[in-house]
């Protein structure tokens, strides 16, 4: 069904969109429900003052939460996802607007738990556990709090932060109706006169094209289309990290940095850690881009040819029935419990499948395993979009099994461990497709998808990650976030990480425009770091088969009841020394050895 002109949502077939319906079978059935939610705030306020004097009253607060955080993850659930669906359509904006203001208003209503949860003398405290052993259940809740005691404030002050919230995802809310709704891009015209539409999400499928001079208009229009808007875009991630200062500084850390690692327990010495690796193995980088630019014959190497596949004629169309197919044949290896959630998913309506006017552009998975998780796709009917459907399934069972096995308040995984799940999807995936192909020049092609996979991953994002950091530190010392800095800085990053052979054009300084995960707040290393345990996971459930499967399924049903280095090594993977880093870049480094000796 993929193809250039984009469809207006009404004329989606029903079976190629997901079902929220599954969560509220109307719109008034969330309106409901969210009216009902406001006497939440009053029975969240009638436990201040009382959550140190009792096991029982501390025991029913928690059970509380437990009720607020599953109706409000299905609330939003269905608001953004109604809203992603057209992110121009201002009633679903308003839906998702009301979802954050609830939020907003309990966790305003709640905000004197962490102060009074921190008072508790440790000796008051393990006798609530003697007294009321259900309290055991929440445990790691509890400790989750008394280790930020000294970032906690008095119960106004953290009553003002919580009622900050709302304002705070202003830059990132701004940003997105910027890039997907208000945005418009030209047609390009391919070679044999055909006007080809650009949106936000379409360009690197655009650029793709063999053509090399259709990729340089189709890149050139695009970044010059962004280019007008640039002061702009400059100036939500400006607003984003002074809203990061504000809670960093009034929480007391010492960076931005710091403080959006901390919240999942993840030392900083990671972060910084992983870009010292790329940097040692740039070398690698550097080969592989050298390799590009001879098998395309190119006397120069731009940009916009990054994504065009080198083994250009073994490309081939992949529809969303066959990527489904044989995402179930590669994900055999995890046993038949996995492959029926799986089909479960594709059966029942798990995933919005095609790109539609308005719709936001992109991948992503959503929601707990209840009812069941949802993930948001843009299928293009190529091999990319298999391995994305792979990832992000992978992502959704994640919740799947997580949600089935812990308890709401250890449910949630953490950022960090995230995109483990869905990135060993991937991993097992192509070493499905390259196991099972005898062709050489289908083997080079999806050697070079695996490169290019790595390469966008391991390295791009760490290259992503280094920016991010570049950004916190300049507006900690005081700089403002210009797009003039922005481009120069951007620019330069890039000339390090793709090495001499690549031009880097003048255009791709405002690539950091483009990318939403900015507003993440430190987000993308833990593309990185979960592409390197991913690849050990993934290669010892090849190696060992039920045993090691048998440790990943503990670590997928694990949640949050761990701290997340401690949950990796449930899987046999250790994040709290480089080995798997190092690993993962002697394999992409042995990766460009083998392209490089079938391509010649």
């Not at 379409?202 to 890149?219: G, K, Y």
């Not at 050697?447 to 790595?454: A, I, R, Y």
Request: proline share 4%; hydrophobic share 40%; net charge negative.
């Amino acid at each position: 069904m993929a193809e250039d002109r984009l469809r207006m949502r009404s004329e989606v077939p029903e079976e190629f969109t997901w079902k929220l319906e599954d969560i509220f079978s109307s719109d008034d059935a969330w309106m409901e429900e969210y009216r009902s939610l406001g006497d939440i705030p009053v029975k969240a306020a009638e436990f201040q003052g009382k959550l140190g004097s009792d096991a029982k009253v501390l025991l029913d607060f928690f059970r509380l939460q437990d009720e607020i955080e599953e109706r409000l993850s299905r609330l939003f659930v269905y608001a953004n996802g109604r809203s992603d669906e057209d992110t121009a359509n201002s009633f679903y904006q308003d839906l998702a607007g009301k979802a954050r203001g609830v939020m907003v208003a309990i966790s305003g209503a709640a905000s004197f738990a962490g102060p009074e949860i921190m008072a508790i003398p440790d000796d008051i405290l393990d006798g609530f556990y003697k007294d009321e052993p259900d309290l055991e259940t929440y445990r790691r809740s509890i400790y989750l709090i008394r280790r930020m005691k000294a970032h906690m404030l008095s119960p106004e002050s953290e009553m003002v932060l919580a009622l900050a919230g709302e304002a705070a995802a202003s830059p990132d809310n701004i940003g997105s109706v910027l890039r997907n709704a208000d945005m418009k891009f030209p047609d390009i015209e391919s070679a044999d006169g055909t006007a080809r539409q650009m949106t936000e999400d379409n360009l690197p499928f655009l650029l793709e094209d063999p053509d090399v001079d259709f990729r340089r208009r189709a890149f050139k229009a695009y970044y010059s289309r962004m280019g007008e808007f640039r002061n702009t875009f400059a100036a939500t991630l400006d607003a984003q990290y002074k809203q990061l200062m504000f809670f960093q500084r009034a929480r007391r850390y010492g960076s931005t940095l710091e403080a959006a690692l901390d919240e999942n327990e993840v030392p900083t010495e990671v972060y910084t850690n992983l870009i010292d690796a790329v940097h040692r193995n740039l070398d690698k980088m550097y080969r592989y881009v050298s390799l590009r630019k001879k098998i395309l014959g190119l006397d120069e190497l731009h940009m916009y040819d990054v994504y065009v596949p080198i083994v250009g004629e073994a490309a081939q169309k992949v529809s969303f029935e066959e990527a489904k197919d044989t995402v179930l044949k590669a994900l055999s290896v995890l046993g038949d419990d996995y492959t029926a959630l799986l089909r479960e998913g594709f059966d029942k309506r798990w995933v919005d499948v095609y790109p539609n006017v308005g719709k936001r552009g992109g991948a992503y998975s959503n929601g707990s395993g209840k009812p069941h998780p949802y993930v948001l796709m843009n299928y293009k009917d190529n091999l990319d979009s298999m391995f994305t459907l792979a990832h992000e399934m992978g992502h959704s069972l994640h919740s799947w099994y997580s949600t089935a096995n812990q308890p709401p308040c250890t449910a949630d995984y953490v950022i960090f461990v995230a995109e483990v799940a869905s990135t060993c999807n991937e991993i097992l995936l192509m070493r499905y497709l390259l196991d099972n192909t005898d062709d050489r020049v289908q083997r080079a092609y999806l050697l070079n998808h695996f490169l290019d996979s790595f390469k966008g991953t391991l390295y791009r994002q760490t290259m992503l990650a280094e920016f991010e950091l570049m950004m916190g530190q300049m507006a900690e010392s005081g700089q403002s976030l210009t797009a003039d800095l922005l481009c120069e800085r951007y620019r330069s990053l890039n000339e390090l990480y793709f090495g001499p052979d690549m031009v880097s054009d003048e255009e791709i300084g405002l690539e950091w425009a483009r990318i939403p995960h900015f507003f993440y707040d430190y987000y993308m290393f833990q593309y990185a770091t979960g592409y390197s345990a991913a690849a050990a996971i993934a290669d010892r459930i090849l190696r060992e088969g039920e045993p090691a499967v048998a440790d990943y399924k503990k670590f997928l049903s694990s949640g949050g009841s761990a701290d997340p280095i401690s949950l990796l090594k449930i899987a046999g993977v250790d994040m709290s020394t480089p080995e798997p880093v190092d690993r993962a870049l002697s394999m992409f480094g042995e990766l460009v050895g083998e392209f490089g000796e079938l391509m010649t």
